[in-house]
């Protein structure tokens, strides 16, 4: 490691003393923490843009005292009031994030229920998801085939639903 020396004005050096004092450590450590801290903010929010786009977003990640210590990265939804949906966990000692895009995804849908979503049911989804891939791959029977036209005019009547709801908020 390599040492490195900066110049503060006096208010920012004393201010960072008192932080380091009520932290109990030392200034250099607490100037690293806070500097492995934002760091970790980074890592996270580059896993959550890639998988959420902006819709989500992170807070201040918290050190977590656990057998590896791990960080914890608070998630809010990116509107008025933000609502917590989850946390993204990032490895402290290299780094590497521990959640998976299942966690991702599950905290997209914390979002939408925080919005007052709805969603087809599990099965629903399930068997349109099962419909759309037979119709890949073979021409669907006539009762297959309005089967899956009623889960998508369904889906589609839940997704209005949820814009209308959506533009209500954000107009109020």
Known sequence: MRPLTISLPDYL????????EVSKISLENFVLFQLERDEVRDTALTFLRK?????????????????????????????????????????ADTGEVLSTEMDVAEMIENGHVSFGFESLAIEKQERL??????????V?????????????????????????????????
């Open 13 to 20: 050096y004393e201010k960072l003393m008192q932080q380091a």
């Open 51 to 91: 998988r959420a786009g902006r819709c989500l977003m992170a807070k201040e990640p918290i050190l977590k005292e656990s057998t590896p210590p791990v960080w914890g990265v608070p998630i809010f939804t990116n509107v008025d009031p933000p609502v917590e949906v989850g946390e993204i966990r990032v490895a």
């Open 129 to 138: 998801m099962e419909l759309l891939a037979l119709n890949n791959e073979r």
């Open 140 to 172: 669907l029977a006539s009762e297959e085939q309005q089967e899956m036209e009623a889960l998508v005019a369904e889906e589609q009547v839940l997704q209005i639903q949820n814009l209308e709801g959506l533009e209500k908020r954000l107009l109020s």
